[in-house]
Each structure stands twice: as structure tokens, then as C-alpha cells.
């Protein structure tokens, strides 16, 4: 089984940062790509960000050149650096990894609990 692990939400003020942390761990193979989705009270689940594991990222009109999605490929986990957070950004964010397993070589796409992240003065 996959497990993900999400980490570094909180509040934080406008215009101030903020670095998220998803660890994937288990009978993990290969991953093939990483992300990051986020859900406000009253509205759809929506992309962040996203990358492959050769470095391909893809990010939501919302957050580009504020947010910057890596992978750390040896250690299985994704970070999203936030950079002059909104309080429209305010949301549970969630992360996701697609991959294969190495206990069945059956492909998996897993999703973490989710963490909170609050901007507000």
C-alpha cells in the first residue's frame, strides 16, 4: 500500500510564504507524477500543480509565477513553494502520485489526507 503524507500547512499572513511537503512512502516502484490540489468551502477541487518525474510541471492559472512545484525523485516527495499567498488561496490542499507499485506492479494513484492552509490577516 501507498501512503502519502502531507506537511507545512498553517496560517500565514497576505504576501508571506509558505512550503508544503508530500512524502510518499510504501511499496513504491516508480512514481510518474506528483501533485498538488486544493478545495475551498463551496467550490470544486481544483490543480495547483503538477510534475513529472523527468521534471514536466503544469500549474493552475491562479497560482503561476507564485507557486513553484519540485520533486525530490531519491526521496519520493513533492514540495509547493508559496509565494505571496492570497486569501483566495485559502483551501485544504491535497496531494497526488501516480505511479506503480512494486508489491503487485499494479499502477496506483493515491491521494493524502490533505492540510489546511489559511491566509488571512
Known amino acids: 500500500q501507498v501512503q502519502l503524507v502531507e506537511s507545512g500547512g498553517g496560517l500565514v499572513q497576505p504576501g508571506g510564504s509558505l512550503r508544503l511537503s508530500c512524502a510518499a512512502s510504501?511499496?513504491?516502484?516508480?512514481?510518474?507524477?506528483m501533485g498538488w490540489y486544493r478545495q475551498a468551502p463551496g467550490k470544486d477541487r481544483e490543480l495547483v500543480a503538477a510534475?513529472?518525474?523527468?521534471?514536466?510541471?503544469n500549474y493552475g492559472d491562479s497560482v503561476k509565477g507564485r507557486f513553484t512545484i519540485s520533486m525530490d525523485n531519491a526521496k519520493n516527495t513533492v514540495y509547493l513553494h508559496m509565494n505571496s499567498l492570497k486569501p483566495e488561496d485559502t483551501a485544504v490542499y491535497y496531494c497526488?502520485?501516480?505511479?506503480?507499485?512494486?508489491?503487485?506492479?499494479?499502477?496506483?494513484?493515491?491521494w493524502g489526507q490533505g492540510t489546511q492552509v489559511t491566509v488571512s490577516s
Open positions: 497526488n502520485a501516480e505511479g506503480t507499485s512494486d508489491y503487485d506492479s499494479e499502477e496506483f494513484d493515491n
Open positions: 510504501g511499496s513504491i516502484f516508480s512514481i510518474y507524477i
Open positions: 510534475i513529472t518525474s523527468g521534471g514536466s510541471t
